[in-house]
C-alpha cells in the first residue's frame, strides 16, 4: 500500500450501510451510528455463533460441552446485549406514541410507521402479542436481513475485483444505463441484464446461507435411507450449488451462465435455492435483492475499484468464515477511485 493511498474495510462500510437501511425500516432510526449500540455487529456475532457447532443440538448428553468451550456464554451474553437494546427500541417508540397522542389526540401517521409501531399497535388489538413476541420479529428480521445481505455484496465485489473484466462489463452496462441522469433509479436495474447474472452467481457460488434446516414432517426414505418423522434435516445448498452434475464448472465465478437462462431464485428450481424453498422459503426476498441490485450499481456507478497497491487480484483471500452465514474471514480492504462522470463534468463547465 503506498502512503496516502484511501484503502477501506468495504466489508464493514457494507455491514454498516445494510444495518442502516433494515435498521430505518424495522427500527425507525440508523442504530449504527450510536457508539453504544454497535447493532450490525451484534448482528453478524449473533448469526456466527447461531450457526456455531453445538454438542447441546446433536449429543444432548454432552450439553455441557457448549459450556466447556465458552459457546453458551458467548451466546448468553450477546443475547442480553440484543434484549436490552429491543427494550431500549421499544421503550423509545412507546415515548414517541404516547407524547403524539398527548400532543395531537392521535397517534403518528400511517405512512411513517415503521415494523415496531405496527407490531406495537397490532398488541392493542391482540393481548396474546407480547413484548417477547416482539422482539422476536424484530430479530429475525434485522438479523435476517443484515448480515446475509451485507454478505452477499460483500462476495459479489470480492468476485468482481478478483475478475476485472467482468466489472469492467458490469460498469459499462451500468453507465450505459444511467447515462447522464442525476442518480440511478431502481427501474433502471430492469435493464441491466448483466448485473442481474452478477447478483445470481454471486449467490450460487457463496449462498450466505449454506444449509437450510427443515423437519421432517413424516416418515420416508431417501436414496435407501430411513429418515423418521419430526426428524432434523439439513438441506446443504452450498454442495448443491457447486455440484458437477448440475454446472458446469462449478467453482469458477461465470455469470454468462445465467444470460438467456430462465432460471431464478424463488426456489422452483431445486439445483438453485439460495432463499430456500416452499412455504418456508425467505420471505425477505424481494426486500433483500433489490437492496444487493441497488447498492451493487450505484458502487458500479460511481466507482472504479481497486486492490490496495502491491496486492495482487489472483491473491486476494477468499476463505470463508463458517456460522449462520458464510461470509468473508478476512475483511475486503479496497481502494475506491471516483469516476468522472460526464454529467458532473457538464455540471462544472455550466
Request: glycine content about 6%.
Amino acid at each position: 500500500m503506498e502512503e496516502g493511498e484511501l484503502v477501506i474495510n468495504l466489508s464493514k462500510v457494507l455491514l454498516t450501510l445494510t444495518n442502516n437501511i433494515v435498521s430505518r425500516c424495522a427500527l425507525g432510526a440508523k442504530y449504527e451510528s450510536s457508539h453504544e449500540n454497535k447493532f450490525g455487529e451484534l448482528s453478524r456475532e449473533i448469526s456466527r455463533l447461531l450457526g456455531a457447532f453445538s454438542f447441546g443440538d446433536y449429543f444432548l448428553s454432552l450439553g455441557w460441552m457448549d459450556v466447556v468451550i465458552g459457546l453458551s456464554s458467548k451466546l448468553k451474553k450477546v443475547s442480553q446485549e440484543l434484549d436490552a437494546f429491543f427494550n431500549q427500541v421499544i421503550d423509545e417508540h412507546l415515548l414517541r406514541h404516547s407524547e403524539s397522542q398527548e400532543g395531537h389526540g392521535q397517534g403518528r401517521n400511517v405512512d411513517k410507521l415503521d415494523l415496531t409501531d405496527i407490531l406495537l399497535l397490532s398488541q392493542k388489538d391482540n393481548p396474546n402479542i407480547s413484548l417477547n413476541n416482539i422482539k422476536a420479529i424484530i430479530l429475525d428480521m434485522v438479523v435476517g436481513g443484515t448480515d446475509t445481505t451485507a454478505t452477499i455484496m460483500e462476495w459479489a465485489m470480492a468476485e468482481l475485483i478478483k475478475n476485472p473484466k467482468v466489472m469492467q462489463i458490469a460498469q459499462d452496462e451500468v453507465r450505459r444505463v444511467v447515462g447522464n441522469k442525476h442518480k440511478l433509479e431502481v427501474e433502471d436495474i430492469k435493464q441491466m441484464d448483466y448485473l442481474i447474472c452478477i447478483v445470481k452467481e454471486s449467490l450460487r457460488l457463496h449462498s450466505p446461507v449454506p444449509l437450510v434446516p427443515r423437519e421432517s414432517s413424516k416418515s420416508t426414505q431417501i436414496a435407501g435411507y430411513d429418515i423418521p418423522l419430526r426428524t432434523k434435516v439439513y438441506i446443504n445448498v452450498w454442495a448443491i450449488h457447486r455440484d458437477v452434475k448440475l454446472w458446469d464448472d462449478p467453482e469458477l465465478f461465470r455469470p454468462e451462465r445465467f444470460m438467456n437462462n430462465s432460471i431464478d431464485f424463488e426456489g422452483q428450481e431445486f439445483e438453485f435455492i439460495p432463499f430456500g424453498s416452499g412455504r418456508r422459503g425467505c420471505p425477505g426476498i424481494s426486500f433483500g435483492i433489490t437492496i444487493v441490485e441497488y447498492i451493487l450499481a450505484n458502487l458500479l456507478y460511481y466507482f472504479n475499484w481497486e486492490l490496495p497497491t502491491g496486492d495482487k487480484t489472483e491473491d486476494l483471500d477468499m476463505t470463508e468464515a463458517f456460522g449462520l452465514t458464510v461470509n468473508k474471514k478476512i475483511p475486503l480492504n479496497v481502494v475506491p477511485e471516483i469516476y468522472a462522470l460526464p454529467l458532473l463534468d457538464d455540471r462544472t463547465n455550466e
